[in-house]
């Protein structure tokens, strides 16, 4: 019998069908491949604007005026029923107040980020993979954002009057799949 249940055994670990006869790294390498894959054909979707009117209070950090704070409001309509991930804003109240509203509507946060820090900034990119996110950011950090996000050189920083333009951009994977922007 014993005999018998050792040629069984090496007639499995001959067999490359049973997962039984992988060695774990093999199983390691084919579980690490399938999450790549799946990866790869996730959808990401990123939306970035910059904050609404800021206030005249003759400090570096104003609060939004009060057509910002309408402007926040619209802009939470406007997204109301989508659903998103996560929501990111520079450390500035004006970039922070611009999407809360939206993100308190969706019972979640709004974390920070420093729009010079590319390591954070990339770090919040692929922590957004499969997901949707609103990042919230300054008339002369989200164009260039968006721009290297497209791989173009395609929009210029944003005139100092303008607060309504937003961009949608959508990854499967890394592929960029499709990009607009809009004014809100």
């Known amino acids: 019998m014993r005999t018998i ?5 090496s007639v499995l670990s001959l067999c490359p069908h049973y997962s039984g006869a992988q060695s774990l790294t093999q199983q390691r390498e084919t579980a690490r491949q399938q999450i790549k894959d799946s990866s790869e054909r996730r959808v990401s979707t990123i939306i970035l604007l910059r904050h609404a009117e800021k206030g005249e209070d003759g400090t570096t ?7 910002g704070h309408q402007r926040a409001a ?6 109301k029923d989508v659903p998103i991930d ?3 804003a520079t450390p500035y109240k004006r970039a ?12 979640k946060e709004v974390l920070t980020y420093n729009p010079a820090d590319r390591n954070s900034i990339a770090a ?4 957004g993979k499969g997901k949707r996110m609103v990042i919230a950011g300054h008339s002369n950090t989200v164009p260039p954002l968006v721009n290297a996000l497209i791989g173009k050189n395609e929009f210029a920083n944003i005139d100092e009057q303008d607060y309504g333009k937003i961009w949608f951009l959508v990854f499967k994977g ?8 809009l004014n809100y």
Do not use: W
């Open 5 to 9: 249940l050792i040629i069984f055994i």
């Open 61 to 67: 950090d104003p609060s939004l005026s009060d057509k």
């Open 74 to 79: 619209l802009l939470a309509r406007f997204l």
């Open 86 to 88: 996560a929501f990111y």
């Open 96 to 107: 922070m107040e611009t999407i809360t509203p939206l993100a308190k509507a969706q019972g």
């Open 124 to 127: 919040m990119i692929r922590a």
């Open 174 to 181: 890394d592929e960029l799949i499709d990009y607009s922007v």
